[in-house]
């Protein structure tokens, strides 16, 4: 079935390394997606990987994808306080452009 | 660049009154979906368009919804009537409709509260 599980809630202090997981269920997945969602906005792509691809590098973004396990993992440098929003991890659907979200995982940067 | 536009941003209605929204997708942008958020939950598909042409409706609840796209630009969202449970956010997206990925970029949205 469609099911893309993330951890909702995550806080850590400004400077730290920030670790957001998800796991998803179609392996014919060619893309998984992060997207950020800020309040009352609506969600900005912040990255993407293929799915033949272990890890991408964007700036202050890793991502590493564990196909076998069907895991994802976003994790995010010296985390900032504008960082402050809800993430969440999607995959296309057997491919084709059907982007199926998992439920957000609210991050909250303290100093 | 302008980007996903859509309106209204906020509205409240009584339940079993009508509401419709609207969507101007980013200029060149084919492809055009909107999508349902309910509180705590990631966005779910409604419908999506290629041109003026529905392909995707299988989760559109059409006994009290239902969408247009006349001229494969602007898009509404209607619901009629309105249901308590239809309180949540609807969101459009839209993307150029070739390449991959085929990045989707989102609308604000608007956030409906049904009394």
């Known amino acids: 079935g469609e099911d893309v599980e993330q951890s909702l809630f995550l806080s850590v202090r400004e400077g730290d390394s920030s670790v957001i997981n998800c796991t998803y269920t179609?392996?014919?997945?060619?893309?998984l997606y992060w997207y950020k969602q800020e309040p009352g906005a609506g969600l900005q792509l912040l990255t993407y990987?293929?799915?033949?691809?272990d890890m991408k590098q964007d700036q202050r973004l890793t991502v590493l994808l564990n196909k076998k396990d069907k895991h994802l993992s976003l994790r995010i440098a010296d985390t900032q306080t504008g960082d402050s929003a809800i993430y969440f991890c999607?995959?296309?659907?057997?491919?084709?452009?059907?982007?199926?979200f998992g439920a957000g995982t609210r991050l909250a940067v303290h100093p | 660049e302008a980007g996903v536009v859509q309106s209204p941003r906020y509205k409240i209605i009584e339940k079993k009154q009508p509401v419709a929204f609207w969507c101007n997708p980013i200029?060149?942008?084919?492809?055009l979906y909107w999508y349902r958020q309910n509180l705590g939950q990631g966005p779910e598909l409604l419908i999506r368009?290629?041109?003026?042409?529905?392909?995707?409706d299988s989760q559109l609840p059409k006994d009290r919804f239902s969408a247009e796209r006349l001229k494969g630009v602007d898009s509404t969202l209607k619901i009629q009537p309105a249901e308590l449970g239809d309180s949540a956010v609807y969101l459009c997206?839209?993307?150029?409709?070739?390449?991959?990925?085929?990045?989707?970029?989102f609308g604000p949205g608007t956030r409906l509260l049904v009394l």
């Open positions: 997206a839209s993307s150029m409709g070739q390449g991959a990925p085929e990045t989707q970029y």
């Open positions: 179609d392996s014919s997945s060619t893309y």
């Open positions: 990987i293929f799915s033949n691809m």
């Open positions: 999607a995959e296309n659907m057997g491919g084709y452009n059907k982007l199926i």
């Open positions: 200029s060149g942008h084919n492809t």
């Open positions: 368009y290629e041109n003026e042409e529905a392909v995707d």
